[in-house]
């Protein structure tokens, strides 16, 4: 959890609005606030980039929902709604990372990164299934989609 310290002070009476949403992971500065067993809280300053991590992500996640009466996609909802919904919690430094075990949609690969670059700073994406192919197969999938993974490595390996 990440707490704005400078809207409000630590005290009983913390204003449920200032506190961040469940974040997966946080990359933080020096101490938190509060650590927990596998629970932080710490200072909107401290936070150097969060993880938004997914088992797998489809084309309604990338792209967003369809509207039941139109058909249309609506291009802020999805992950793009979380990331608008955790972006007022993190400096305007600190990077949004998008990790996926697995991504699944039809689109095509160029039209799928310049999605994932709009609703993420950075993405990490382990697999992505071959259009039009299932998921029974290693085959059928592209490992460390778009060399995504291993920018995510040297991205961490120069934090300092």
């Known amino acids: 959890m990440i707490f704005d310290v400078e809207a409000k002070r630590l005290s009983p009476e913390i204003d449920a609005k200032r506190l961040s949403p469940e974040i997966d992971a946080i990359i933080y500065s020096s101490a938190p606030l509060l650590e927990f067993t596998d629970a932080v809280i710490t200072e909107k300053k401290q936070v150097e980039a969060i993880l938004e991590i997914k088992s797998w992500i489809g084309t309604p996640d990338i792209f967003g929902d369809r509207d039941k009466q139109s058909g249309e996609r609506n291009s802020l909802s ?41 609703i ?27 060399k995504s993974i291993s920018g995510l ?5 120069n934090i300092s």
């Open 78 to 118: 999805g992950l793009f709604k979380t990331l608008e919904d955790r972006r007022p919690f993190i400096q305007p430094t600190a990077k949004y990372i998008l990790f996926a075990f697995a991504l699944g949609s039809d689109e095509q690969n160029d039209k799928v990164i310049n999605r994932l670059k709009q």
């Open 153 to 157: 490595i040297k991205y961490l390996r």
């Open 120 to 146: 993420s700073d950075m993405y990490a994406i382990v697999g992505r299934k071959n259009i039009g192919q299932g998921w029974k197969s290693d085959n059928n999938f592209i490992f460390d989609f778009d």
